[in-house]
């Protein structure tokens, strides 16, 4: 059996930006792999680490027994701590060892992606445990290596693939968790709504509609007299939703209309990743 269409996009979208996170980091010296992301608190190797650590989780191997030193600033979640385990213990890894690592797990990936006949609504397990299903974790896995991808372009000058394949689906998840930024986080008011206007390598217009309950939703149609508008390019949409800037440091990137209470509160909660 080969894979299922609907998980097809996903492996797609992973096996493109895993591919382009290989071939940025063979080259890389010692020292760059030292290099800061945007990604807080962690360096070029921290993100491959990362990436190496997740994979190897998809695969289904144990997860590492390690203690995380108690002065790691950037970790003060629960699932911050869960995903820096698979970091730390790669924090002396040598660049080879790097590289090799990365290109072994991409090889045992390609395999299982090759082989898997499960159904999208298999149940699997997710981070922290979380049971979820195949379709929700081949999505995020597509979602968080294109990020990921970025984070490592960012850090070492070498801007591309904002409108890959993992784009488009980081687009589709990022767009899921509207809704609560505007609905829940930002308290837009009942019975309005807000537009949200992207443009650059990855175009959209959406709608979030608040209802009567305060439950948003969000729509393709453009809104008539919305509360609020906010227009911005998508390289700066990302960097906003999964904390990587703080509003202010691209506010000249963002046009706001309507209420600017609304947007100001918006931009603030608009950070989805964890």
Not at 7 to 23: F, K, M, N, R, V
Not at 239 to 249: D, I, T, W
């Amino acid at each position: 059996m080969s894979l299922h269409p609907a998980l097809q996009p996903y492996a797609d979208a992973w096996t493109h930006s895993i591919e382009a996170i290989s071939e940025l980091v063979q080259p890389l010296v010692e020292g760059e792999w030292n290099r800061r992301t945007p990604c807080p608190g962690w360096s070029v190797r921290d993100v491959v680490s990362h990436v190496i650590g997740l994979d190897c989780e998809m695969l289904g191997d144990p997860r590492p027994f390690h203690s995380l030193p108690r002065d790691l600033y950037h970790v003060t979640t629960e699932h911050q701590r869960y995903m820096e385990i698979q970091v730390d213990v790669r924090r002396h890894h040598t660049a080879p060892e790097m590289t090799s690592e990365l290109e072994y797990t991409v090889i045992r990936r390609n395999r299982q992606l090759r082989n898997e006949s499960r159904q999208p609504d298999t149940v699997v397990r997710g981070p922290l445990g979380r049971e979820i299903t195949l379709e929700e974790s081949m999505r995020y896995r597509a979602f968080d290596v294109w990020v990921h991808e970025q984070d490592l372009r960012a850090a070492l000058g070498v801007p591309g693939n904002l409108d890959s394949p993992g784009a488009q689906v980081a687009r589709d998840h990022l767009l899921d968790a509207l809704p609560e930024v505007v609905a829940g986080r930002a308290g837009a008011p009942r019975s309005s709504a807000v537009v949200v206007d992207v443009h650059g390598p990855v175009e959209f217009l959406r709608t979030v509609r608040v209802d009567i309950r305060g439950r948003g939703t969000v729509e393709t149609a453009p809104a008539l007299g919305p509360a609020a508008t906010l227009t911005l390019d998508w390289e700066t949409y990302v960097l906003l939703a999964c904390g990587r800037v703080k509003p202010a440091a691209v506010l000249d990137r963002v046009k706001q209309e309507g209420d600017l209470d609304l947007t100001a509160a918006i931009l603030h909660n608009f950070t989805v990743t964890q």
